[in-house]
């Protein structure tokens, strides 16, 4: 696994990893997250994605290659797997299903870092992710960025961080994050046209090649940080052992969460329509 610096003591990014971060567009720390603490969390997510794995009042939506079931009245959206429509692959957001892992979400390690890519010395939650990838069934997240997903609703986009915690051991066999470093440069980057539905928010997969992408392969309890434009990818799970990742994604204090904003277009979209 490659090896990365330990964390400060203090949370917040030395000035060091602060000019990484500018230059590189993410972060990563090693074992921020103490095996105990994973478990505890992995347990809480496991035991969300049990109970809406199992809902059947949602509204089910094909696009391009993915399949997700849209539950309006949690606010929330399951994506299912591949091929293996009975596995969850994600969720999105669940922080306010969830009082602990809301709780987890504010903890420093992750919030600390984050200033410097939110350009604030506040943060607070935009989303959250849960991306799961089971053991030899677990598909690849194809290269994409994050700010075009947020862009249409989101004026804020450009100043969103995300902190990745692995809850499992990521390596290049389970499909560990992998991203383009300096991408976050070079602003929004060609979306697909060869693709249909959800898939056209994905980058050309093209743009990058194998050797640009750094893969970072890390213990459970790392901690990834990035920037909403940097080009990022994972490949399949093709071990024997899960690929948990929780993603918390963070803006500076005062703006409204994605589910404020996702709603408030909602409203607007029904007022259109009643008016046509």
Known sequence: MAAFAPAPALYEMTAAEAERYRQTGYLVRERVFSAAECAAIAADCEALIAELGARTDADRLKTGTFTFDRFAALETTVKWERGAEHLVRGLEPFAHLSPRLYDWAMDPRFTGPCRVGCESDEV???????????????????????????????????????????????????????????????????????????????MRQDYFGDAEMAPLEAPAGSVIWFSAFLAHRSAPNRSAQDRRALLYSY?????????????????????TAAQG
């Open 124 to 202: 607070t939650l935009f989303t959250e992710k849960l991306n799961v990838k089971r053991p030899q069934v677990g598909h690849a997240f194809e290269l994409h960025q994050d700010f075009p997903y947020w862009e249409p609703f989101a004026p804020q986009a450009p100043r969103v961080v995300t902190a990745m915690l692995y809850l499992d051991d990521a390596t290049r066999a389970n499909g560990c994050l992998e991203v383009a470093p300096g991408s976050h440069t070079l602003g929004k980057l060609p979306q697909r046209t060869d693709v249909e539905g959800f898939d056209r928010l994905q």
């Open 251 to 271: 803006q500076p204090a005062g703006l409204p969460h994605a589910r404020e904003l996702l709603r408030a277009e909602r409203a607007k979209s029904a007022r």
